[in-house]
Every structure is written in structure tokens, then in C-alpha cells.
T-cell receptor, first 117, second 115 residues
Framework: AQKVTQAQTEISVVEKEDVTLDCVYE???????LFWYKQPPSGELVFLIR??????QNEISGRYSWNFQKSTSSFNFTITASQVVDSAVYFC??????????????FGQGTTLQVKP | DTGVSQDPRHKITKRGQNVTFRCDPI?????LYWYRQTLGQGPEFLTY????????KSRLLSDRFSAERPKGSFSTLEIQRTEQGDSAMYLC?????????????FGPGTRLTVL
């Protein structure tokens, strides 16, 4: 069965610290996509990144970077020089396999990040 | 560029009442999803539409729940005879046609509280 595990329930850091959010997944698909979303206190899920399993290159976008390692089924997310505005719940997700290609997402339980000034 | 919108943002109702939520997807997107999120959990899939056709429903979607997407545009999610266990955030998302890896864009959600 497919599964996404975010073992860190809550992380608290002081502003300007670097922080890594872990995501481990299980899938029976040979090709798949992985996603990260941010959910600020307002509640809306904001798309951050989509990664194809073909591409194992790390990706950097400003202060955000993602480390995808197929060998360990992990897709970790690092925020460099964290800011108070980064405080949110972060979710890792992947599409369910089978089910006629609906694309429905399976989410992890989320990691709550608190960045203190 | 208009994103996904949902209405209402908040709904408080008494147990046993019916409620209806609306979702307006991004205009060129033909795939629409409903998810439910309870406190401290990730969103869970409820149902999926491609254009006006409802192609998948989760077992979470009891017979008190019904969703429609007339004309393949906006969608409604109705809960009949609400129960306290229905209290949750109901999220709508849309994506363009293509494949399993399409990015889903989410609306702000409707927070339901059943008293």
C-alpha cells in the first residue's frame, strides 16, 4: 500500500537557523511524482514543488531546497535561514497508484514548523 | 489569475442539519477533487470529478455525502443530517488534464463545525 510518513510532528527553530523536514514514502509504482505543500495558519494549501521520480537531482528555489533519494525513498525539504513567515504546517504527498489515474493525493500527517524571532 | 475559490469559508451548524459547500476551480482545469482534513492530520481524499463525471468516491464518503459538478464547472458538496464527526476542513482542489502527476491547486477550504 502507498504511504507517506512525516515522522517529525513539530519542529521549533529560531529565526535564521536552517531546518530540514523529513518525508519517507512507500509506493509500488516504478514512476511517480512527489509533492510538498505548505499550509499557513490561514488554512490554504500552497503548492511548493513537484518532483518526478526520474529526476534525482536536488532542486533549489531561493531559501528552499529539496533532496530526493530514490534509494532510501526519501524526499526531504530544507529551509535555509528560516524566517518567521515560514511558520506553517508542511505536507509531503504522492498520487495513489491504480484507481484509473485519478491523481488523488496521499498526504503525510504533516510537520508543524514554528520559527521564533 | 484566479485561483480555486470556496464558499463559505466557515460554517457552523447544528447536528442533523444539511449543509452545502461550493467550489469554483481554476477556469481551465477539468479535474476537481474534494478532500477532508481533521485537526492534526493531512488531507484525505473524498471524491474526484473529470469534467462533470464523478469518477471516484472514497469509502469515507458515506451515503449522507453527495457531490455534483454540473456542466463541469463549479462543484457542490452536500452533507445531509450532519453529525459531530463531520466537523472538519473541507478542501477543494483542481488540476489540468494530463496524468497522475498533475499539480493540484487548493482552495482556502470550508471549515465546518457541527454543534
Amino acid at each position: 500500500a502507498q504511504k507517506v510518513t512525516q515522522a517529525q510532528t513539530e519542529i521549533s527553530v529560531v529565526e535564521k537557523e536552517d531546518v530540514t523536514l523529513d518525508c519517507v514514502y512507500e509506493t509500488r509504482d516504478t514512476t511517480y511524482y512527489l509533492f510538498w505543500y505548505k499550509q499557513p495558519p490561514s488554512g490554504e494549501l500552497v503548492f511548493l514543488i513537484r518532483r518526478n521520480s526520474f529526476d534525482e537531482q536536488n532542486e533549489i528555489s531561493g531559501r528552499y531546497s529539496w533532496n530526493f533519494q530514490k534509494s532510501t525513498s526519501s524526499f526531504n525539504f530544507t529551509i535555509t535561514a528560516s524566517q518567521v513567515v515560514d511558520s506553517a504546517v508542511y505536507f509531503c504527498a504522492l498520487p495513489a497508484s491504480g484507481s484509473g489515474n485519478t491523481g488523488k493525493l496521499i498526504f503525510g500527517q504533516g510537520t508543524t514548523l514554528q520559527v521564533k524571532p | 489569475d484566479t485561483g480555486v475559490s470556496q464558499d463559505p469559508r466557515h460554517k457552523i451548524t447544528k447536528r442533523g442539519q444539511n449543509v452545502t459547500f461550493r467550489c469554483d476551480p481554476i477556469s481551465e482545469h477539468n479535474r476537481l477533487y474534494w478532500y477532508r482534513q481533521t485537526l492534526g492530520q493531512g488531507p484525505e481524499f473524498l471524491t474526484y470529478f473529470q469534467n462533470e463525471a464523478q469518477l471516484e468516491k472514497s469509502r469515507l464518503l458515506s451515503d449522507r455525502f453527495s457531490a455534483e459538478r454540473p456542466k463541469g464547472s463549479f462543484s457542490t458538496l452536500e452533507i445531509q443530517r450532519t453529525e459531530q464527526g463531520d466537523s472538519a476542513m473541507y478542501l477543494c482542489a483542481s488540476s489540468a488534464a494530463g496524468g497522475r502527476g498533475d499539480t493540484q491547486y487548493f482552495g482556502p477550504g470550508t471549515r465546518l463545525t457541527v454543534l
